[in-house]
């Protein structure tokens, strides 16, 4: 018997040309605003309101990382880290003059710290910046070098999960087969890596105590890693991912560790900033004080 035939795909087929250029016809849901250049596209000042800090922001993973932070930090007393949350629409805000002062790379989150005067961009940047000004807060110094291995992890692995497989399963103006697989691979290939890291780190807190993803305690590292993470496994980020990739069966340890985060106050009050989505009532599109999440609804 011979060998059995192997699958035929079919593709359509792109010559590449010598040198490409944007025709404006990459389709999807952000081929509106998305070009080849970067800097400003028009004049738009940033509103500014009465705390340190000033955040400018969407409640994407990104986003969350550091209202996420702020919100726990504030509930270790740093009075120091009460913020204002503005929201940057992906429509074009990000594309205004004074975003772009702030941030150069027109990517939310950006801050400005009013007591310094010092612009902070890039998540992971933006979160050992304020653990430094609040005391090195959720970053240990016995565990100083593993908490930032994990943060710079995320910062890496993220963009596969998000470019990549978020963009081709959820947003891509039609489905294709090849990238899809390619990124679900990697995205499974990710959590794996995540569930052997909390299964160890379960094993050694022991039966039903609480576990994190390095050392003894809550740090960076959880904060970064559960908006990404954490919502996929849960069912919170891309319809239906979580049955697509199979998370109950496979990743039983990292649901755990994210049904556990999600539990804590301040990442619920974390997660609903700046979001201009969702049920009313559950969100806040801007936050300016802690009594702006008096009476939402629970999520």
Not at 123 to 150: C, H, T, Y
Not at 207 to 226: C, M, P, S
Request: aromatic share 12%; hydrophobic share 35%.
């Amino acid at each position: 018997m011979g060998e059995p035939e192997k699958e035929k795909i079919n593709l359509d087929e792109y010559t590449l040309p010598k040198i490409w250029t944007d025709d404006g016809q990459n389709g999807g849901k952000f081929a509106g605003i998305n070009k080849s250049t970067s800097g400003a596209r028009h004049d738009k000042e940033l509103p500014k309101g009465k705390h340190p800090l000033q955040l400018y922001s969407l409640g994407t993973p990104n986003g969350q990382k550091v209202t996420i932070l702020l919100e726990e930090l504030l509930a270790r007393g740093y009075e120091g880290a009460e913020y204002d949350a503005w929201i940057i629409s992906l429509g074009g805000d990000q594309f205004g003059s004074g975003f772009v002062e702030i941030n150069p790379n027109s990517k939310i989150p950006a801050l400005i710290d009013t007591t310094t005067n010092t612009r902070m961009f890039e998540s992971g940047s933006i979160m050992i910046q304020l653990s430094e000004k609040f005391d090195n807060a959720f970053l240990p110094a016995n565990f100083r070098s593993e908490v930032l291995n994990w943060l710079f992890w995320q910062m890496g692995s993220a963009p596969f999960v998000g470019g990549g497989f978020g963009h081709f399963y959820n947003y891509a103006p039609y489905k294709m087969k090849y990238p899809i697989d390619r990124y679900a691979m990697e995205t499974k290939r990710q959590l794996d890596v995540l569930e052997r890291q909390l299964t160890k780190q379960s094993s050694e807190a022991g039966e039903g105590k609480d576990f994190y993803l390095v050392g003894d305690e809550y740090t960076l590292a959880d904060i970064a890693i559960f908006p990404w993470y954490g919502h996929l496994v849960l069912g919170n980020q891309y319809k239906d991912a979580d049955i697509f990739l199979n998370v109950k069966e496979e990743y039983p340890t990292v649901i755990k560790w994210a049904e556990g985060i999600m539990a804590r106050p301040a990442v619920d009050r974390g997660c609903r900033v700046n979001k201009s989505w969702g049920a009313e009532g559950e969100n806040l599109k801007e936050r300016h004080d802690a009594s702006d999440f008096d009476g939402l609804a629970k999520l």
